[in-house]
């Protein structure tokens, strides 16, 4: 297909009836958000959120930010920005044109344009997609780690910082000094409570430069904490062709997802806002409890998927649920040792749960384990360690989320069941791997090594015989009997 034909604003006339598109003009719209992270999830989540909304209040497009690399930039300026949204349900596909996102600046190449966006006034949200790992903290106490190489550097540069804590911390710092009411922060990861974590990296951050600024931060910036939900793969070659086709156009980067979506927002924008709630946002004044739902139920059953299901040879989350084995474990693991965890009045969890069962079934989505497999040092402290800890403390059993964390122990030792090598993605996975090679395939020492990472587990739960054991015998029974068969023994 030749570079004429690509969707851009010349083309959108020229898509199909069917294919929605932007229904307002993207000339017309203004910048009224910063977004740090401008990946997958955020095209299949804010932004379509967004775009439902500037036909009625043109003031919110976005403003994106890479803080790595390029190559996101790169795809959708030759095509106005504009993407395309696949949202993929058994056989069926709908596609839609999303046109929210304005530009997309890469912070590495030059942070001082980036920053200018972020002070420029009419600029009233600062939201972030960054990943757990993006924020430079240790998971394990929801602290800044200020001995991250990205916080290293940003505090040897603090005017030029390319972290997404120093980036907020040196934008609000000159708003305040030029007089510029702060924007609001608003984190969309998966973090336990991220509106107060992120409140507290960053003034912990700020901390370090300048007790003023830590000060205005703590008080004076407002940070709205959130809950995102809808499940978004990574975009495969075979998905950019089907795409492609139904356009009749070319699309560089388009986005599949699923057609759930949720999003629980704290009402804490104190200069304005959109009307989210316009575009099926719910707004609240506390999303903790929606989030720490949301993460034990489906980011703990899907990394406990992930991690099983690789192990397994299921390459998908999908032909993972295809395996009667895998549905009743993540089932059981929900009802029986999630789900009492949780105090939600006034929500039906039994019918969550079902959704999402109904959700990893999607057999269109093709969401890799390996994808969700990575960065689960970051993850597990998050996902599945505050469940743990609740269930210790009511003396209950934790066998089932003792084997996902067994699973993921298995996994970063870099071998798969057949002595191949495993791409591991994670912060820690050097260190993780040599922990691994020094246990060999004793599962006492590899569990008592991975145990011992204090970044992830903290100081107390190796001590404890109710976690330790558990997990233990359940790194047993994958090396004696493989995944698949210690699934089945798991699942009853």
């Given at each position: 297909?030749?570079?004429?034909?690509?969707?851009?604003?010349?083309?959108?006339?020229?898509?199909?009836?069917?294919?929605r598109?932007?229904?307002?003009?993207?000339?017309?719209?203004?910048?009224?958000?910063?977004?740090?992270?401008?990946g997958?999830?955020?095209?299949?989540?804010?932004?379509?959120?967004?775009?439902?909304?500037?036909?009625?209040?043109?003031?919110?497009?976005?403003?994106?930010?890479?803080?790595?690399?390029?190559?996101?930039?790169?795809?959708?300026?030759?095509?106005?920005?504009?993407?395309?949204?696949?949202?993929?349900?058994?056989?069926?596909a709908?596609?839609?044109?999303?046109?929210?996102?304005?530009?997309?600046?890469?912070?590495?190449?030059?942070?001082?344009?980036?920053?200018?966006?972020?002070?420029?006034?009419?600029?009233?949200?600062?939201?972030l997609?960054?990943?757990?790992?993006?924020?430079?903290?240790?998971?394990?106490?929801?602290?800044?780690?200020?001995?991250?190489?990205?916080?290293?550097?940003?505090?040897?540069?603090?005017?030029?910082?390319?972290?997404?804590?120093?980036?907020?911390?040196?934008?609000?710092?000159?708003?305040?000094?030029?007089?510029v009411?702060?924007?609001t922060?608003?984190?969309?990861?998966?973090?336990?409570?991220?509106?107060?974590?992120?409140?507290?990296?960053?003034?912990?951050?700020?901390?370090?430069?300048?007790?003023?600024?830590?000060?205005?931060?703590?008080?004076?910036?407002?940070?709205?904490?959130?809950?995102v939900?809808?499940?978004?793969?990574?975009?495969?070659?075979?998905?950019?062709?089907?795409?492609?086709?139904?356009?009749?156009?070319?699309?560089?980067?388009?986005?599949?997802?699923?057609?759930?979506?949720?999003?629980?927002?704290?009402?804490?924008?104190?200069?304005?806002?959109?009307?989210?709630?316009?575009?099926?946002?719910?707004?609240?004044?506390?999303?903790?409890?929606?989030?720490?739902?949301?993460?034990?139920?489906?980011?703990?059953?899907h990394?406990?998927?992930?991690?099983?299901?690789?192990?397994?040879g299921?390459?998908?989350?999908?032909?993972?649920?295809?395996?009667?084995?895998?549905?009743?474990l993540?089932?059981?693991?929900?009802?029986?040792?999630?789900?009492?965890?949780?105090?939600?009045?006034?929500?039906?969890?039994?019918?969550?749960?079902?959704?999402?069962?109904?959700?990893?079934?999607?057999?269109?989505?093709?969401?890799?384990?390996?994808?969700?497999?990575?960065?689960?040092?970051?993850?597990?402290?998050?996902?599945?360690?505050?469940?743990?800890?609740?269930?210790?403390?009511?003396?209950?059993?934790?066998?089932?989320?003792?084997?996902?964390i067994?699973?993921?122990?298995?996994?970063?030792?870099?071998?798969?069941?057949?002595?191949?090598?495993?791409?591991?993605?994670?912060?820690?996975a050097?260190?993780?791997?040599?922990?691994?090679?020094?246990?060999?395939?004793?599962?006492?020492?590899?569990?008592?090594?991975?145990?011992?990472?204090?970044?992830?587990?903290?100081?107390?739960?190796?001590?404890?015989?109710?976690?330790?054991?558990?997990?233990?015998?359940?790194?047993?029974?994958?090396?004696?009997?493989?995944?698949?068969?210690?699934?089945?023994?798991?699942?009853?």
């Amino acid at each position: 297909m030749t570079s004429d034909r690509r969707l851009s604003l010349s083309t959108l006339s020229d898509l199909p009836d069917d294919i929605r598109r932007p229904a307002y003009d993207p000339t017309a719209v203004t910048a009224g958000i910063v977004h740090l992270g401008v990946g997958a999830f955020h095209r299949a989540h804010q932004a379509v959120t967004l775009d439902d909304l500037l036909a009625s209040d043109p003031q919110w497009g976005i403003v994106g930010a890479s803080l790595r690399r390029a190559d996101m930039r790169d795809a959708l300026a030759r095509q106005d920005n504009l993407y395309t949204v696949a949202v993929r349900s058994g056989e069926e596909a709908r596609l839609r044109v999303v046109g929210s996102i304005k530009s997309i600046h890469v912070a590495p190449e030059d942070p001082e344009v980036l920053l200018a966006a972020m002070c420029d006034p009419a600029i009233r949200i600062v939201s972030l997609t960054v990943t757990e790992k993006g924020y430079c903290h240790d998971p394990a106490t929801g602290n800044l780690n200020p001995a991250h190489p990205d916080i290293v550097a940003d505090l040897a540069h603090p005017r030029a910082p390319t972290s997404a804590p120093g980036l907020l911390v040196e934008a609000l710092r000159r708003r305040r000094e030029a007089n510029v009411v702060p924007f609001t922060v608003m984190p969309c990861d998966n973090l336990p409570a991220n509106g107060p974590t992120v409140h507290r990296i960053i003034a912990q951050y700020a901390a370090l430069l300048d007790d003023a600024l830590a000060g205005f931060i703590e008080h004076d910036v407002a940070v709205a904490g959130t809950m995102v939900d809808r499940i978004v793969p990574a975009t495969t070659e075979a998905d950019i062709a089907e795409i492609d086709a139904g356009l009749g156009l070319a699309d560089a980067w388009p986005v599949v997802t699923e057609p759930f979506t949720q999003w629980v927002i704290e009402d804490r924008f104190p200069t304005g806002r959109p009307r989210f709630e316009t575009a099926g946002a719910e707004m609240v004044a506390d999303v903790e409890p929606y989030e720490r739902m949301k993460l034990r139920m489906l980011n703990g059953s899907h990394s406990t998927l992930a991690y099983l299901g690789y192990l397994a040879g299921y390459e998908t989350v999908s032909r993972a649920m295809a395996d009667p084995a895998c549905e009743r474990l993540v089932r059981d693991m929900m009802s029986e040792e999630i789900m009492p965890t949780l105090e939600m009045p006034g929500s039906d969890l039994g019918k969550y749960r079902d959704a999402l069962i109904q959700r990893f079934h999607n057999p269109a989505l093709k969401h890799r384990t390996w994808q969700i497999a990575m960065d689960g040092s970051q993850k597990l402290p998050q996902r599945f360690l505050g469940t743990v800890r609740d269930r210790l403390a009511a003396g209950a059993s934790i066998d089932r989320l003792a084997l996902g964390i067994a699973g993921w122990m298995r996994y970063v030792t870099g071998t798969d069941e057949a002595g191949g090598a495993i791409d591991v993605r994670d912060p820690l996975a050097a260190r993780l791997k040599a922990i691994g090679k020094a246990a060999g395939r004793d599962p006492e020492r590899l569990a008592a090594g991975y145990l011992g990472v204090v970044e992830v587990f903290g100081g107390e739960l190796r001590h404890d015989p109710a976690f330790a054991g558990p997990v233990t015998r359940a790194l047993a029974a994958l090396f004696e009997k493989g995944a698949a068969a210690t699934v089945r023994e798991y699942a009853g």
